[in-house]
């Protein structure tokens, strides 16, 4: 046999050369590619060592290693550090969980004071998520309204300031005042709706008299190169994670906190525990938007904190209750974490589209169409894989851990990136 096969090598040089042609075209398109590369580029001087026909090999060897950890580009323009072109990357997710109806709403909206801030103080974003209660539509106003409020009444802050004055106005009165103007719109609201007989959602359909008894807590952070600015009415919460230790940027407004409960009974009202602190028996929050039939025992005004970003700092959580409920602050980081690290670096614009939970993720993720009117300003051009990693595997831990109310979460990356 071995003889056999020795005559054959020896006698059929044209099927040989065939083999290796058949060889070559199983190649991979990579390897080929990068064996072109090799040959047009500069060979060795011929005193290097080694015959003509070892210079491709080794030429080949080296540009494959080269060539196996391409570097990655992003197309839009990046400085060092936290720069006036910084650009954020987020993800967003938005379930109904275990509710029969979707009442939480998410809100961006990139670089919302185009023209009103000045240009040297950078671009500033905002993320706000809202949980409604009673029915969805004082989330959804605003979902439409609030950045457009915030924005007005920063531009009216700083209208009057001289040129020598500092640029950015205080922070404290634009959100208090934007919030206070929000709160109104959804007081108006009930109030033309209820005189006019006109019907828009669900919850008007089941008592139109009765369309003050909805509402909506609101966490708001405005994203700039050097601050985060949060504001906070209700028990949805705004976490930072800075050098893996997480900051709590709001205070959760409930009933029996002790600042809260005596404001609430200086007001004339009462904390009745039923399934919890309520006011007056009925809500398990102290400050929201809306509620006009509780007032002035629940109201709109928010806690704002003005934190100044660093090197240390990793992410930005803002998130719903039907989060905060089963997840501790500590949790949430580490999960955010984890998919910052098995995600590398921020991906280029488009890498992974974000959006909303599929409902096959969990058991009651929503009626169809309820989880693309819960979030609102997501451009998929600026969504990052580890930021939307992070946010659906933060909404799947909520609902294995039985979260029993919707569940919205935003992260938003604030590495420094060089």
């Given at each position: 046999?071995a003889?056999?096969?020795?005559?054959?090598?020896?006698?059929?040089?044209?099927?040989?050369?065939?083999?290796?042609?058949?060889?070559?075209?199983?190649?991979?398109?990579?390897?080929?590619?990068?064996?072109?590369?090799?040959?047009?580029?500069?060979?060795?001087?011929?005193?290097?060592?080694?015959?003509?026909?070892?210079?491709?090999?080794?030429?080949?060897?080296?540009?494959?290693?080269?060539?196996?950890?391409?570097?990655?580009?992003?197309?839009?323009?990046?400085?060092?550090g936290?720069?006036?072109?910084?650009?954020?990357?987020?993800?967003?997710?938005?379930?109904?969980?275990?509710?029969?109806?979707?009442?939480?709403?998410?809100?961006?909206?990139?670089?919302?004071?185009?023209?009103?801030?000045?240009?040297?103080?950078g671009?500033?974003?905002?993320?706000?998520?809202?949980?409604?209660?009673?029915?969805?539509?004082v989330?959804?106003?605003?979902?439409?309204r609030?950045?457009?409020?915030?924005?007005d009444?920063?531009?009216?802050?700083?209208?009057?300031?001289?040129?020598?004055?500092?640029?950015?106005?205080?922070?404290?009165?634009?959100?208090?005042?934007?919030?206070?103007?929000?709160d109104?719109?959804?007081?108006?609201?009930?109030?033309?709706?209820?005189?006019?007989?006109?019907?828009?959602?669900?919850?008007?359909?089941?008592?139109?008299?009765?369309?003050?008894?909805?509402?909506?807590?609101?966490?708001v952070?405005?994203?700039?190169p050097?601050?985060?600015?949060?504001?906070n009415?209700?028990?949805?919460?705004?976490?930072?994670s800075?050098?893996?230790?997480?900051?709590?940027?709001?205070?959760?407004h409930?009933?029996?906190?002790?600042?809260?409960?005596?404001?609430?009974?200086?007001?004339?009202?009462?904390?009745?525990?039923?399934?919890?602190?309520?006011?007056?028996?009925v809500?398990?929050?102290?400050?929201?938007?809306?509620?006009?039939?509780?007032?002035?025992?629940?109201?709109?005004?928010?806690?704002?904190?003005?934190?100044?970003?660093?090197?240390?700092?990793?992410?930005l959580?803002?998130?719903?209750?039907?989060?905060?409920?089963?997840?501790?602050?500590?949790?949430?980081?580490?999960?955010?974490?984890?998919?910052?690290?098995?995600?590398?670096?921020?991906?280029?614009?488009?890498?992974r589209?974000?959006?909303?939970?599929?409902?096959?993720?969990?058991?009651?993720?929503?009626?169809?169409?309820?989880?693309?009117?819960?979030?609102?300003?997501?451009?998929?051009?600026?969504?990052?894989?580890?930021?939307?990693?992070?946010?659906?595997?933060?909404?799947?831990?909520?609902?294995?851990?039985?979260?029993?109310?919707?569940?919205?979460?935003?992260?938003?990356?604030?590495?420094?990136?060089?």
């Amino acid at each position: 046999m071995a003889e056999i096969c020795c005559e054959e090598t020896k006698s059929t040089p044209p099927a040989s050369a065939s083999a290796i042609t058949a060889l070559a075209r199983r190649r991979p398109r990579v390897e080929m590619a990068v064996a072109e590369a090799c040959r047009s580029s500069t060979t060795p001087p011929a005193d290097e060592g080694g015959g003509a026909s070892d210079t491709p090999t080794r030429c080949g060897k080296r540009r494959r290693v080269a060539c196996a950890a391409p570097a990655r580009s992003c197309q839009r323009p990046r400085t060092t550090g936290f720069g006036s072109t910084w650009w954020p990357r987020y993800g967003v997710t938005s379930v109904c969980g275990l509710r029969r109806e979707m009442e939480d709403a998410v809100s961006i909206s990139l670089d919302f004071l185009r023209g009103a801030a000045d240009p040297s103080s950078g671009k500033h974003h905002f993320y706000g998520v809202f949980d409604g209660h009673g029915c969805c539509h004082v989330a959804r106003m605003c979902q439409d309204r609030m950045h457009a409020l915030v924005a007005d009444e920063y531009k009216k802050a700083g209208s009057g300031k001289s040129a020598s004055a500092a640029a950015e106005p205080a922070w404290e009165e634009v959100m208090k005042k934007g919030f206070a103007r929000m709160d109104d719109e959804a007081a108006s609201r009930a109030t033309s709706r209820s005189s006019n007989g006109g019907l828009a959602c669900r919850c008007e359909l089941q008592k139109p008299a009765r369309c003050d008894h909805a509402g909506s807590t609101a966490v708001v952070a405005v994203v700039s190169p050097t601050s985060v600015v949060v504001a906070n009415a209700g028990d949805s919460r705004a976490v930072l994670s800075r050098a893996g230790v997480p900051v709590p940027l709001s205070v959760d407004h409930k009933p029996d906190r002790h600042d809260e409960l005596e404001r609430i009974q200086e007001a004339g009202g009462r904390v009745i525990y039923w399934d919890g602190a309520r006011v007056l028996g009925v809500l398990a929050m102290s400050r929201a938007i809306g509620d006009g039939y509780l007032k002035p025992f629940v109201t709109a005004e928010p806690e704002v904190t003005v934190t100044e970003r660093t090197d240390d700092d990793e992410c930005l959580i803002l998130a719903s209750d039907g989060l905060w409920d089963v997840v501790t602050n500590e949790m949430a980081c580490d999960v955010v974490r984890a998919c910052f690290r098995s995600n590398g670096p921020p991906s280029p614009p488009g890498a992974r589209p974000n959006g909303e939970l599929p409902s096959a993720a969990g058991a009651g993720a929503g009626r169809e169409g309820d989880g693309a009117a819960a979030v609102k300003g997501v451009d998929k051009a600026d969504s990052d894989r580890a930021c939307f990693d992070a946010a659906l595997l933060l909404a799947k831990l909520a609902l294995a851990r039985r979260s029993t109310d919707n569940v919205s979460v935003v992260v938003v990356d604030l590495r420094r990136r060089c």
